[in-house]
């Protein structure tokens, strides 16, 4: 059974993910986790209240998030009548980044999935706060679905890598058993002026090609080397449906979430980003 964590603020970029969720998994028997965090919202009154309000307010917040919760259930449930799929609300007085983690080593989550951006949904910004910080920090790959994008299999998929990095069986198990599912196409994309020449390369690249068993493979380099640019061209030019990118020291990705300043990071990807955390995990 595949353990999904869904994070949920109930906005609609929030729902979208949930919706693709449970159509790119739909014949996969799956253990849905649908999250809503809610500290933030009970900090915000802190200073208005009281000792005794403020436990009446976590009280009632609690109360609020869980009606909300198990109307979406039913709501998802009602949309979709998949047998194969249960769903589990989980209210939650934590903080987002923290609760996340918690969930993926109390229930081995294979995968946590959630919008580009939430309730504030800034069309100028790539990623919204709490998704970026999901991206950087949570131990378990994520799938990021942007604002309106609606659901397509993913017969193309676009793998931006530098072939320096070991990489982990179990986070790149998920894309193998995507693209053998829905018989896809991996196309790695390497940005450089010159080939993957090094003996450590080599090595990657046939690690890469030995857990891609079975599925098209083509290999791809840009002389661009503006990383996002690149990439959205790559995107755009080649009608890929959902990019792959691993977040670990010396890759692309942590190049273009390493900046602390939310507007500065220049990734706005059109299609569903799939980031692997390269962690060790059993």
Do not use: W
């Not at 949309?79 to 249960?86: G, L, T």
């Not at 950087?136 to 320096?164: D, G, H, M, R």
């Not at 190049?255 to 995990?281: C, E, W, Y």
């Amino acid at each position: 059974m595949r353990k999904i964590i869904i994070p949920t603020d109930f906005s609609e970029n929030a729902n979208n993910a949930l919706r693709y969720a449970c159509q790119l998994f739909k014949y996969e028997k799956s253990e849905i986790i649908l999250l809503h965090a809610y500290a933030d919202k009970v900090y915000t009154e802190e200073s208005l209240l009281s000792d005794e309000s403020m436990e009446e307010l976590k009280a009632a917040t609690r109360k609020k998030t869980e009606n909300a919760l198990n109307e979406l259930c039913s709501k998802t449930y009602g949309e979709f009548c998949n047998p194969r799929h249960s769903m589990q609300p989980v209210a939650a007085f934590a903080d987002l980044v923290d609760q996340v983690n918690t969930l993926v080593n109390s229930e081995n989550a294979d995968l946590v999935i959630m919008g580009t951006r939430g309730l504030t949904n800034d069309r100028n910004l790539g990623f919204g706060s709490n998704t970026l910080l999901v991206l950087k920090y949570v131990q378990c790959p994520v799938l990021a679905i942007p604002a309106n994008f609606k659901y397509q299999e993913p017969k193309k998929i676009l793998f931006p890598t530098n072939f320096l990095i070991p990489y982990q069986k179990r986070e790149l198990k998920i894309v193998g058993e995507l693209a053998r599912d829905f018989k896809s196409e991996i196309h790695f994309l390497y940005l450089s002026k010159h080939q993957p020449t090094s003996a450590r390369q080599k090595d990657n690249l046939e690690f890469l090609k030995q857990q891609f068993y079975n599925i098209k493979l083509e290999e791809h380099r840009s002389e661009e080397l503006q990383k996002d640019k690149a990439i959205e061209e790559f995107i755009a030019d080649n009608k890929i449906d959902l990019l792959v990118m691993v977040n670990s020291r010396h890759t692309y990705l942590e190049d273009m979430l390493l900046t602390s300043t939310i507007d500065k990071v220049g990734l706005h990807p059109k299609v569903p980003l799939l980031a692997l955390q390269n962690f060790n995990r059993e």
